[in-house]
């Protein structure tokens, strides 16, 4: 079994940024991808940003936080990042990690990331 535990959600001003964390911890073997998902209320949830163990696939990033959005991954340490810039209330959001070993994909808790305007 694996384990993720987001952080790095609250609160924070249009504008503003968060960083958010994802450890995956248990029977870590091979990692072929992990990214990062949001649902805000009354909508589904939707892929923000993902990538996979090949350096050469690069990282995807759903068109509404390009160039704003930054996702970034420690295979020593198992962790990916999310690094979140110039905010929009419309980020407002629990953020979900998951990760993909095999066939098996694994979701995190997931963190509340909340926008003011």
């Known amino acids: 079994q694996v384990q993720l535990v987001e952080s790095g959600g609250g609160l924070v001003q249009a504008g503003g940024s968060l960083r958010l964390s994802c450890a995956a911890s248990?029977?870590?073997?091979?990692?072929?991808?992990m990214g990062w998902y949001r649902q805000a209320p009354g909508k589904q949830r939707e892929l923000v940003a993902t990538?996979?163990?090949?350096?050469?696939?690069?990282?995807y990033y759903v068109d509404s936080v390009k160039g704003r959005f930054t996702m970034s991954r420690d295979n020593a340490k198992n962790t990916v990042l999310l690094q979140m810039n110039s905010l929009k209330p419309e980020d407002t959001a629990v953020y979900y990690c998951?990760?993909?070993?095999?066939?098996?994909?694994?979701w995190g808790q997931g963190t509340q990331v909340t926008v003011s305007s």
């Open positions: 998951r990760l993909w070993q095999g066939l098996n994909n694994y």
């Open positions: 248990g029977n870590i073997v091979s990692i072929t991808t």
């Open positions: 990538d996979t163990s090949s350096t050469s696939s690069g990282i």
